[in-house]
């Protein structure tokens, strides 16, 4: 049973999203990683704390809407993508640039 537990902590995180705004945000202690669209904040907080050992104070999630584009003349669509701010409390902190 841990073992499905656990492979689902790692289907909620997708990855983390690492863009000049949220390297600024990581300065105070806010992470913001890509995640299931199923998931709810209590999955979310659970999977940081286990996977990667630190205290998770709050958590916020929002759904960007993908966009519409134009490709070689046809209209396409981009897929929504669920993201969750994770704010971690004082003395923890994760190195998501160190396996870029």
Do not use: C, W
């Not at 979310?44 to 050992?53: F, N, R, S």
């Amino acid at each position: 049973m841990a073992n499905k537990a656990t492979e689902r902590m790692y289907q909620i995180l997708v990855k983390p999203v690492i863009t000049e705004k949220t390297s600024q945000v990581a300065e105070n202690n806010v992470l913001t990683f890509q995640v299931a669209a199923d998931s709810n904040k209590t999955e979310i907080k659970q999977a940081v704390e286990t996977l990667y050992g630190v205290k998770v104070e709050r958590v916020n999630t929002l759904v960007q809407q993908g966009k519409t584009k134009r490709f070689r003349g046809h209209l396409g669509r981009r897929s929504d993508v669920k993201k969750a701010m994770v704010k971690l409390a004082d003395g923890h902190n994760i190195d998501v640039s160190a396996g870029v």
